[in-house]
């Protein structure tokens, strides 16, 4: 059975004690579980033509130590035990899909996200301004998201908002139903968990960060994540106070880009926290679920409550959630049609 979501009452407790919590949390990013049924279908989804590699890096696989046992993991997240997983060769986005890349897709196929169906998603408080934010509906749970309808990936901040000036951003506000779609129109598939850390190391063993040790390797930032007191004040030292361009910092070792920070990325498994043991190969997650697994962190996590952007950090979310911070890359196998 999945791990449950933290309770309303642990999330209202002190930063260090949801750091320590014993149950999963959703983190900076809100739940979709209790949405009703969608206003309407989502369009069919053809093929892309063209060539499928474009983005992509091609990756040897192998054997590599997945997860961590770091002392100021969040307890409950299954991060340990350390174990040791094999990998066959697979493909994996150099970045997260960009607003340019969706637009191609919807234009191409006509397809309606999670969030234009049901009319609303979740933006970050304070974009928004005073008005709207007085007014919205938010969760208890995460109080800095608002309900805001008619937010969705071309507006994010809702009616009126546009990503005119952020086509090289990563998309938002998409559902896991709308990361496998993408995916099945670009001839891809979302990378399993597995695949998702080690691409993400870099080649780096057992390193805390995709880059190594060191959060500020000589006072520079290496990624898109809060600074200053969250969610009062973002003194916004690393640049962005949102999104970033997905090239944005330095890659890692295997040549990908924003793999901690800047928004979520939805894996293909579903959610557990009882993980096989070492000498697996290919580990795919349980055959079914209630919560799938996200990676990498976003622009709204801080040490005082969310370190989730270490390499082997991890949570889940419901595969109805969308968000202004949750995103994807695509896998494909080394060789597949």
Request: with cysteine; glycine share 10%.
């Amino acid at each position: 059975m999945p791990t449950p979501r933290r309770s309303a009452a642990n999330a209202s407790s002190s930063p260090s004690e949801n750091r320590r919590t014993t149950m999963s949390s959703s983190c900076c990013a809100p739940s979709g579980k209790d949405r009703p049924a969608p206003l309407a279908s989502a369009a069919p989804v053809g093929r892309r033509t063209g060539p499928m590699e474009e983005g992509l890096v091609l990756l040897d696989g192998g054997t590599f130590q997945m997860g961590s046992e770091d002392v100021d993991a969040n307890r409950g997240d299954g991060e340990g035990p350390v174990r040791q997983v094999t990998l066959a060769p697979f493909w994996i986005s150099r970045h997260a899909v960009t607003n340019s890349e969706f637009a191609t897709f919807v234009s191409d196929t006509g397809y309606r996200t999670g969030a234009e169906r049901y009319g609303w998603s979740y933006v970050f408080a304070s974009f928004l301004p005073s008005h709207l934010r007085r007014g919205a509906q938010r969760p208890e749970a995460v109080p800095w998201w608002c309900r805001v309808d008619g937010a969705v990936w071309n507006a994010p901040e809702g009616p009126g908002s546009d990503v005119d000036d952020r086509m090289d951003h990563p998309v938002v506000h998409v559902d896991h139903d709308d990361a496998l779609a993408y995916c099945s129109w670009a001839g891809l598939r979302l990378p399993t968990e597995a695949e998702w850390e080690y691409a993400a190391r870099g080649g780096l063993e057992r390193a805390r960060y995709a880059w190594g040790d060191e959060l500020t390797p000589e006072g520079r930032h290496r990624c898109n994540i809060w600074q200053g007191k969250f969610p009062a004040s973002n003194t916004v030292e690393d640049g962005y106070r949102a999104t970033a361009p997905v090239d944005t910092f330095e890659p890692n070792g295997f040549g990908l880009y924003c793999v901690a920070g800047n928004v979520w990325e939805w894996c293909a498994d579903w959610w557990t926290t009882e993980h096989a043991p070492s000498g697996t190969h290919n580990p795919q997650g349980p055959m079914q679920g209630e919560l799938r697994v996200m990676r990498g962190g976003s622009y709204l996590c801080h040490e005082s409550y969310c370190n989730r952007y270490r390499v082997a950090a991890r949570t889940n979310n419901d595969p109805s959630s969308c968000s202004g911070n949750i995103g994807f890359r695509c896998a494909k196998d080394e060789r597949s049609e």
